[in-house]
């Protein structure tokens, strides 16, 4: 066992708990379901939004409005697995102020139907289409083999709600992708589709750019949600580092007085023993006695040296009848109040994406998750809010990357992607940014406080408003996004492209390895290629309107941490809730002048690197440095082509080339790729 377990306390957002997204309206509806309820009338609708913000019962208010008043024959509500169509149950709408009440005939519940997904089931779908009565519920599964077999205009008049969007894929490879494609081109149904993730974690994008653009989006952020909460104030995201077996050093991260949902490591993966049920064994023993199995639920009672006795759902059992048992009772509707009924749940594959545990304090999850999607349903198992539970964490335990170690390259790479999932988890977290260029006509906003001296016409003003969670900031030299496309990525979508650019493996090992790292080369060239390739049809001056935005919202995020970090530790005290917000104040008045080219000039990953070299162990550190080093390249042709082009923009500005002998890195960077370049033309001269 290693003395001390590495801790990266990467992420700590405090919130400020005004209980505006827990309140209901006249209809029942809080803050997210009134917002998508006001969109009702779109044919394609998509709503973002956060775990636990109630995207279910958005979806009840729009489905019965559009089958009582817009003229749709049936609504089919169709989820990713059997358990997540429980959030689709009958609902008393009326009770708390609706018009109507959501009901679903438990013959066309397909969810809790025997039988298989392309056999019994289909032929239910097909029997509910030639009837009368008006909601289904199925799995992605069975809708899929009823398009097949039933054709896209079997379906006609009718809404079709897929929850957990981010299933669904523009590959295709993807059936389910491949089926909206096909019913968004015949254009005779209406679409609801809601995701509780912001971004995919794989390369390939949820829809086509052409039938994205026909979805109205409801966005309800991380921020709001968190804000509005009347017990939660404070989230937690941290990696932490371990040698040897994670199951001897897991209690040095799992507090067992906390409600927990432990992920143990897919058995493919470094981290796995490869015995999934000794693992699960030894975390039982690690905890204390074993007194046996509650006879009612299957949980696993154990007691610990203080003389508790945990209850325990092990999920990651082989013998299914266990298995479904404490699945079944974890799903109990009378114990869902109830903060005593479990203390514990061990999984593998189960209990993440509509996995409803409110009293969860805390998600530990062993070894790297591909999917930043997978992380984001994780993290949301833990931000329920709930009576007497002011914070939650995440907590992702990695094997750290071992000289001896023939896979050393792969340990390398599951660090670096821990740390891209944790930058993009900032960003999802934290307030929206709204950018605007600095100029004369610009004037304070309604409902945002620009601190303590207002609103100053002379500088770049940084205003926040407190009830929407939204940043305006004013910045120099920023570029604006002129067609709408361009607009609606700067408004709605820069975490994607953050996304895109934090998952970039070449641009995440310079920025967090290279001494030499010139950090335009990663704000300006990578990340410009990066949104070249992601939007191919906004033209030059959009492009650079979307990387402006991009680089600014990270940066500063980055810089809003710092600030905050610093001055917690130094007053040794932990993060106040206006931290965040004074952070990006901060930064802004310690600089000259917010411009475009100071934000260009922060490396995006220096923060990162900072937290990495407190907690990793020198040794550690050093061989990651060592094995990304080996692979470093000089200047590929399309970097010196990007180079030439920001050269010419420069002799623009002021007037000359840039010089290869300027004090000014960056400078010296554009004019060798215009010397690389030049070189290679001569070569090819002489040839």
């Not at 006879?295 to 298995?323: C, M, S, Y």
Request: charge should be negative; hydrophobic fraction near 40%; aromatic fraction near 8%.
């Amino acid at each position: 066992m290693t003395s001390q377990i590495k801790s990266v306390p990467s992420v700590s957002v405090s919130y400020a708990r005004n209980g505006s997204s827990t309140k209901a309206n006249a209809l029942g509806m809080r803050p997210m379901q009134e917002r998508a309820y006001e969109k009702r009338g779109e044919q394609y609708l998509l709503i973002k939004s956060p775990p636990a913000s109630g995207k279910s019962r958005a979806l009840m208010f729009v489905a019965l409005d559009k089958l009582h008043n817009q003229g749709i024959r049936q609504a089919l509500i169709v989820v990713p697995e059997k358990s997540i169509g429980a959030s689709f149950n009958d609902e008393p709408l009326t009770r708390f102020g609706f018009w109507a009440d959501w009901t679903v005939e438990p013959k066309w519940n397909l969810c809790n139907a025997p039988g298989s997904d392309n056999g019994g089931k289909v032929n239910a779908v097909e029997t509910f289409l030639n009837s009368d009565d008006k909601v289904l519920v199925c799995t992605h599964a069975t809708f899929r083999f009823a398009v097949e077999r039933l054709g896209v205009e079997a379906f006609d008049n009718r809404l079709i709600a897929v929850d957990e969007f981010h299933h669904v894929s523009a590959n295709p490879d993807n059936k389910l992708g491949l089926h909206l494609g096909q019913f968004i081109a015949r254009d005779r149904i209406h679409i609801v589709a809601m995701t509780g993730s912001y971004f995919r974690g794989d390369a390939d994008a949820v829809l086509s750019p052409q039938d994205e653009a026909k979805f109205d989006t409801v966005t309800y952020t991380y921020y709001e949600q968190l804000n509005g909460y009347e017990y939660l104030k404070q989230l937690d995201i941290g990696y932490f580092f371990y040698a040897g077996s994670y199951v001897e050093d897991i209690l040095k991260v799992l507090k067992p007085t906390e409600k927990t949902i432990i992920h143990i490591p897919n058995v493919n993966s470094r981290e796995s023993t490869k015995d999934k049920i000794r693992e699960v064994e030894h975390i039982i023993e690690e905890l204390g006695e074993w007194q046996g199995t509650d006879p009612e639920t299957g949980f696993q009672l154990v007691k610990t040296a203080e003389g508790r006795v945990l209850r325990i759902a092990d999920l990651v059992d082989d013998d299914e009848a266990k298995r479904d048992r404490v699945s079944s009772a974890l799903k109990e509707p009378a114990q869902k109040t109830n903060r005593d009924h479990v203390d514990l749940i061990i999984a593998l594959g189960m209990a993440k994406e509509g996995f409803d545990w409110i009293w969860c304090e805390h998600a530990l999850t062993v070894g790297y998750r591909s999917s930043l999607t997978e992380i984001v349903q994780i993290i949301g198992r833990a931000t329920r809010d709930a009576p007497g539970k002011t914070r939650a964490r995440f907590t992702n335990l990695i094997a750290e990357p071992d000289a001896s170690e023939e896979a050393v390259t792969e340990a390398v790479n599951d660090t670096l992607k821990a740390i891209a999932a944790s930058l993009l988890m900032e960003q999802v977290l934290a307030p929206r940014f709204e950018f605007k260029p600095k100029n004369p006509a610009n004037g304070p906003m309604e409902g945002f406080d620009y601190g303590q001296d207002g609103y100053d016409p002379n500088k770049c003003n940084v205003g926040f408003n407190e009830e929407t969670g939204q940043f305006q900031i004013e910045i120099r030299g920023l570029v604006a996004p002129k067609s709408e496309e361009a607009q609606r990525i700067c408004g709605q979508d820069l975490n994607e492209v953050i996304a895109a650019f934090v998952q970039d493996k070449a641009t995440i090992e310079r920025g967090l390895f290279d001494p030499e790292l010139i950090p335009e080369e990663l704000t300006q060239l990578r990340l410009g290629k990066i949104i070249k390739d992601k939007y191919p049809d906004l033209d030059e001056e959009d492009q650079e309107a979307v990387r402006q935005h991009a680089v600014a919202a990270l940066n500063l995020t980055q810089k809003a941490k710092d600030v905050a970090l610093g001055t917690a530790e130094r007053n040794g005290e932990s993060t106040p809730n206006t931290a965040f917000v004074d952070g990006v104040r901060r930064f802004a008045m310690d600089v000259r002048e917010l411009d475009i080219d100071l934000i260009d000039r922060i490396n995006p990953f220096g923060e990162a690197y900072a937290i990495l070299a407190k907690t990793m162990s020198e040794e550690s550190l050093k061989q990651v440095a060592a094995v990304i080093g080996a692979k470093r390249v000089n200047l590929s042709v399309e970097e010196a082509r990007e180079l030439a082009r920001r050269a010419l923009k420069f002799k623009q500005d002021r007037g000359r080339l840039p010089s290869i002998t300027s004090p000014d890195a960056w400078e010296r960077r554009m004019a060798e790729g215009v010397a690389f370049l030049q070189r290679m033309r001569a070569e090819a001269a002489r040839g």
